[in-house]
């Protein structure tokens, strides 16, 4: 088992990193590419934007899941049932229906209530359901923006069925990735379950050796060579996002992490990626802000007329949107994670304990 030790920091560097990354594409698919049918000029700057966060999704999902994976090993191979149910399984699906209950609530009152001349968001997912039975269908297909939660939930359950038919697992595991990457899921939700199984999985069972092999500079780029053929072959194909591109991407951060631990200090950086439950599930609320009351508010204002503002808007804005969300997400953790409120972040067994001890 890896033990998370100090030359290990960087594990929680590439999980902030990863946050990070999730966090800006949510604030460039939301808001800033609307605000582009409204801004006349393009920039260098606006085109760098879009490809950093097109070119980066093959990194963002695939490394979370590979660190989660990872970090499942001993609760997968190692303990009962009994012993890993209620983290592992209970908490995280709980979590899962709380938040996508909550976003519902929250952004259906924003949208309704706060947004300027019907400047509103509307997408399949079930923070924007019409519905109940809409809400139901797309929580239980996992098309919610905390599908995270749900996909590792059925991850763990997976490895744990399967720990002792490894081969299997991994080969149905590859199945269902090129299904997805071949546009057969007809749904988002599905289709992001089915292609990022295969890093947990492999993260959980081979997670370590692969680290440990890793640990050997020459190593690195022998893997390197091997997938960038394979990678090339399925992008030829029209597979941008396949399984040796995301592998590629994953074994770059390992590195880069690593690297950057060893002669910085990455403080900051590892405790945002210690706490990316509170960004993940909060900061879609405040993406939603900046999308709609905001966004609404400087088109309906022509705020984008102002060529200055406009283009300091271009530069700037996706840099500023993600400090603001992620600052503010922890922001409202930190206001809410104490008392009765300590049971949005965590399974209500799991706080019983702390309580005794106080």
């Known amino acids: ?19 990070l990354l999730v966090v800006l594409n949510h604030i460039v698919s939301t808001s800033y590419l609307p605000s582009l049918s409204v801004i006349d000029q393009h920039t260098v700057i606006t085109k760098l934007w879009v490809a950093i966060n097109v070119y980066l999704a093959p990194l963002r999902m695939p490394a979370f899941f590979f660190i989660s994976g990872l970090l499942a090993t001993s609760a997968v191979m190692n303990r009962t049932w009994q012993e890993v149910s209620t983290k592992r399984a209970f908490n995280l699906l709980y979590l899962y229906l709380l938040w996508c209950l909550v976003q519902w609530i929250s952004i259906t009152f924003i949208n309704r209530e706060l947004s300027f001349d019907d400047w509103t968001l509307m997408a399949r997912n079930a923070a924007y359901s019409a519905s109940a039975e809409q809400f139901a269908l797309y929580v239980a297909t996992a098309m919610a923006s905390p599908w995270y939660l749900y996909a590792l939930v059925m991850y763990f359950v997976a490895c744990k069925l399967f720990k002792n038919n490894i081969l299997l697992l991994i080969s149905l595991c590859v199945v269902v990735n090129y299904i997805a990457a071949a546009g057969l899921v007809p749904w988002w939700g599905p289709e992001s379950v089915f292609q990022n199984a295969i890093f947990f999985t492999v993260g959980c069972y081979f997670g370590a050796p692969i680290l440990s092999w890793m640990a050997h500079r020459k190593n690195v780029m022998i893997l390197l060579l091997c997938l960038a053929p394979l990678a090339l072959i399925h992008s030829l194909f029209g597979i941008n996002k396949s399984i040796f591109h995301s592998a590629i991407a994953i074994c770059v951060g390992i590195v880069i992490c690593q690297q950057i631990n060893q002669y910085f200090s990455m403080r900051t950086l590892n405790w945002i990626g210690k706490n990316t439950l509170q960004i993940y599930v909060l900061h879609k609320l405040l993406t939603e802000l900046l999308a709609v009351p905001m966004l609404g508010a400087l088109v309906q204002h022509r705020a984008f007329d102002n060529a200055h503002f406009a283009q300091l808007w271009l ?44």
Do not use: E, H
């Open 1 to 19: 088992m890896l033990k998370i030790q100090k030359n290990t920091q960087w594990i929680n560097s590439l999980k902030g990193m990863c946050i």
């Open 315 to 358: 530069i700037f804005y996706p840099l500023v949107g993600l400090i603001f969300c992620t600052a503010g997400a922890l922001t409202i953790w930190w206001a809410l994670n104490r008392g009765v409120g300590r049971v949005l972040f965590q399974y209500p067994t799991l706080i019983l304990p702390r309580k005794v001890l106080n």
